[in-house]
């Protein structure tokens, strides 16, 4: 975790001027991140040592909130939720205006960008690159960023790199536009500029499996329900 948290850390003075530098609106909010989400006594001990853990990463501060305090940052909680914790160094950001202001930005500056593209080899001599081979053409390279993701295992395979990155999948509900309910992410719930709430979300080691499980589903609902009544 303190590898996770200082790695955020330094991601998070990235995007502090992000929307200047791609010119760019990405809904860039500074509003910290409430999670740990406390509903029952036997669970506190447990949510102050991780805020006791996180807190030991330099330049790192969580804080446990009461339920008066919770409240007040965000009013619609229900009475179910004695404690919290909480991150004011957070913040959230839009991730399809994000990828869209890289993709324009990067264009601007001069790359080409080939959608619909799969990367189907990649040619390798004398332990250097040599060619991206795609089901599209063969690109010419000594060099490649791999940045694909959950395929960053297959794309590494191509190379004989072994990366140890494997698919999770996560299931989030949409609602449709309401009226401003959360001023920030709260657990595994957010609210979007055009007032939709994402509800989330399930870490289930399943591969690429994009089934949407039923049951899953419903209990993130009525976790949201019982939190935000």
């Known amino acids: 975790p ?6 955020s850390l330094e991601s998070a003075k990235l995007y502090e001027g992000l929307e200047q530098e791609l ?3 990405l809904e860039y909010r500074p509003v910290g991140n409430m999670s740990s989400l406390v509903e029952d006594e036997k669970d506190l001990a447990g949510v102050e040592q991780f805020i ?9 501060k969580l804080e446990l909130l009461s339920a008066d305090k919770a409240r007040k940052l965000e009013p619609a909680l229900g009475p179910n939720v004695i404690a ?16 869209v202001g890289y993709a324009r930005a990067a264009r601007r500056l001069g790359a080409n960008i080939l959608t619909n593209t799969k990367v189907t080899g990649i040619e390798v001599e004398h332990n250097r690159v040599r060619a991206v ?4 053409g063969r690109i010419h390279t000594d060099t490649v960023v791999v940045a694909a993701g959950i395929r960053m295992a297959e794309i590494g395979q191509m190379m004989g790199l072994s990366i140890p990155v494997v698919a999770s999948r996560g299931q989030v509900i949409t609602t449709e536009r ?7 992410p709260v ?10 709430i994402l509800i989330g979300v399930t870490y289930q080691f399943v591969g690429y499996d994009k089934e949407v499980t039923y049951e899953d589903m419903t209990r993130n609902a009525r976790r949201a329900l019982r939190l935000f009544p």
Request: charged share 20%; aromatic share 6%; proline share 5%.
């Open 187 to 196: 657990g595994s719930l957010r609210q979007t500029a055009d007032g939709s």
């Open 133 to 136: 081979v795609t089901d599209h």
């Open 52 to 60: 006791k853990q996180q807190n030991r990463v330099p330049g790192l």
């Open 2 to 7: 303190g590898f996770y948290a200082s790695l």
């Open 178 to 184: 309401t009226r401003p309910v959360l001023n920030r």
């Open 84 to 99: 919290a914790c909480f991150c004011a160094q957070d913040a959230h950001v839009n991730p399809h205006r994000l990828t």
């Open 23 to 25: 010119g760019e609106d």
